[in-house]
């Protein structure tokens, strides 16, 4: 194991159920795409609800070697920090290409920066990129859209330098798998491109249609229509936007599995029911239950574990509107509490269930297959991956040393370590920095027992 900086570690003392409040702003699978769509407009765009997460921090630098100003609005009444970005893209200029390595970082966000610039500059350069290990994510999709639209793309040994000779054309593209990634790329791009794109077997997760809110207030001209299809045609030129994102459901559902396999009670302001049904429906079968609060400008959903006995079940995961696959490794840990054999079958990435590993050695019983189990069929069933898990609970968890892998895998540790008995050393925290704002804080907010660096 590499050794990890005091702090990239966080000391969890298990045992305890969480119970308070915390608060959710906007979708980390949002904003930094509207960030990113800024770039496309004559004018200042304005976004609210913008959570202080790494990838928001990596979009900024990014933005900024740009020329683009981002600013954050003023501190509020009591002093905490605006949730507000103001981008103004007026002095947008080509960033060198050792600037744009070094403000990547590990993220994959600056492939989608490819068709905005192309757009404003001719040019666009993509470094190596990173991004969480859950399984093949190529960027082929993305190239290939790219190239249909005219593009060129030139393989270099520091990345990918992609240029437009011409004006880039609307096209009509099938992705083969309805990739969130790909859409977005597709979105971004056709926007000012000359005549009329079609997209099939598109994504229709709820933060594509807010990234289509964001890029229809610009002046785009977007429609949705049934079995997966997206129409763009192609306008001169677009304006800025004010934008509030819609609510971080990935985030919600993890706080909602750490109240569950805790045996706590959490309310989630900010959290919204519409784009939660799905998790909603599969929080109650388990065994949890949830209460949605509507006030207007502060709503909430609060979830809790009653203390009955917890019930297994079978699940899919699979694009929107199935179970999205994020929401499936904090169940799994939840799982681990309910009583009987659960049956997992991960269809979207198929090595998210590697993460299992650790939770065996902290005493889950979780056996995983090759084959697709409780399901239908996917395309990861005669490709000799281990997608499909059987987990045998109740079992008692104990306290261990983790190294986190994955964004929605390393939360999913801290559930299993807070619901555990003794402490575990959790390494990577960084990661977890991604996708979720201050989780340190409201992890204590909770009573949890928890403190960065090796403990005592």
């Excluded at 308070?20 to 960030?35: I, Q, S």
């Excluded at 949730?83 to 050792?98: G, M």
């Excluded at 005219?150 to 040994?157: H, I, S, T, Y």
């Excluded at 909602?256 to 396999?261: E, F, G, Q, V």
Aim: hydrophobic share 45%.
């Amino acid at each position: 194991m590499e050794l990890s900086t005091a702090s990239d570690v966080l000391t969890v003392h298990g045992g305890t159920a969480l119970s308070g409040e915390v608060r959710v702003r906007g979708a980390k699978n949002l904003v930094p795409k509207a960030m990113v769509a800024a770039l496309l407009g004559h004018g200042t765009s304005v976004l609210h609800n913008v959570p202080q997460i790494s990838d928001v921090r990596i979009v900024t630098g990014l933005l900024e070697a740009h020329g683009v100003s981002v600013t954050r609005g003023a501190p509020g009444a009591d002093g905490e920090p605006s949730d507000t970005l103001i981008l103004d893209p007026a002095s947008v200029e080509q960033a060198s290409d050792t600037a744009v390595e070094a403000h990547a970082g590990t993220s994959r966000i600056p492939v989608l920066f490819c068709g905005p610039l192309l757009h404003r500059l001719g040019r666009a350069f993509i470094p190596d990129l990173g991004g969480c290990k859950i399984g093949d994510r190529p960027i082929d999709f993305h190239l290939d859209a790219l190239r249909a639209f005219g593009a060129v793309v030139e393989k270099r040994p520091e990345g990918l330098l992609i240029s437009a000779p011409e004006r880039l054309r609307g096209t009509q593209i099938r992705l083969p798998y309805p990739s969130v990634g790909a859409t977005e790329q597709v979105l971004l791009t056709a926007v000012l491109a000359e005549g009329v794109t079609e997209l099939s077997n598109a994504a229709t997760e709820p933060e594509i249609v807010d990234l289509i809110a964001v890029l229809q207030k610009m002046g785009a001209i977007i429609s949705v229509h049934n079995g997966r299809v997206i129409r763009i045609i192609g306008v001169d030129q677009l304006g800025g936007f004010t934008h509030r994102a819609i609510p971080d459901r990935l985030e919600t559902a993890s706080w909602a599995c750490a109240a569950l396999a805790t045996g706590g009670d959490i309310r989630v302001i900010g959290a919204a029911q519409g784009e939660m049904m799905t998790f909603l429906n599969v929080f109650r079968r388990i065994g949890g239950d949830f209460e949605v609060d509507d006030t207007p400008g502060e709503p909430s959903i609060r979830f809790w574990h009653s203390g009955g006995q917890m019930r297994a079940l079978a699940l899919e995961t699979d694009v929107y509107p199935g179970l999205s696959t994020d929401w499936q490794q904090p169940l799994v840990v939840a799982l681990t509490q309910a009583h009987g054999l659960s049956i997992i079958h991960e269809t979207v990435y198929e090595q998210r269930l590697g993460f299992t590993d650790a939770l065996n050695r902290m005493g889950a019983q979780i056996q995983l297959y090759r084959e697709c189990l409780g399901g239908s069929a996917c395309r990861f069933g005669q490709r000799n991956f281990m997608h499909s898990a059987v987990i045998s609970g109740p079992t008692k968890l104990h306290g261990a040393e983790l190294t986190i892998p994955d964004l929605r895998a390393g939360f999913s540790y801290l559930i299993a370590a807070l619901a555990a008995q003794g402490t575990s050393t959790v390494h990577g925290i960084s990661l977890i920095r991604r996708g979720y704002e201050d989780f340190e804080a409201k992890l204590s907010a909770l009573g949890a027992d928890v403190e960065l660096g090796l403990g005592a």
